[in-house]
């Protein structure tokens, strides 16, 4: 019971110290990327990674420390999709851990594409927040 007290904790609280606007930035036309501990990553809209170049990226950084990634959708709604899988955008789901590298991310709303790209994440970065604005 305590240990699953205490990783509760810990999600609230990184949940709740999601980068902010004031850290490291990238900010394009419709994604800005926010980052903690040392640099963000950057966004490449309209980008794919084929198989290969996933595997690739996945040996290459598969021992390096995990970075958490949230994604927002603001102004709409949308599905969230990183390298193929889906992630909650609420609760307690919201955010995963990634490697450093690269990820392909692809927003939906039901058959429409929002936006897709391919974030590439800093090997310094704690945390990574992509906030999407679906209006622009």
Same mark, same amino acid.
């Given at each position: ?60 950084? *598969? &021992?390096?420390?995990? +970075?958490? !990634?949230? $994604?927002?959708? #603001? ?47 800093? *090997? &310094?970065?704690?945390? +990574?927040? !992509?906030? $999407?604005?679906? #209006?622009?």
């Amino acid at each position: 019971m305590l240990g699953q007290l205490t990783i509760a904790t810990a999600l609230a609280l990184s949940f709740l110290l999601a980068p902010t606007p004031d850290t490291d930035d990238d900010c394009g036309e419709q994604v800005c990327v926010y980052g903690t501990g040392g640099g963000a990553g950057t966004w490449k809209s309209g980008e794919r990674l084929s198989r290969g170049k996933r595997k690739k990226e996945e040996k290459a950084n *598969r &021992k390096r420390k995990d +970075v958490t !990634l949230n $994604v927002v959708v #603001e102004g709409g709604r949308g599905s969230v999709f990183v390298d193929g899988r889906y992630l909650a955008t609420e609760g307690q789901h919201a955010q995963r851990g990634v490697k450093p590298g690269r990820h392909e991310i692809e927003i939906r709303d039901a058959d429409q594409v929002i936006t897709f790209g391919v974030l590439v994440v800093s *090997r &310094k970065a704690d945390a +990574v927040a !992509l906030v $999407v604005h679906a #209006e622009r």
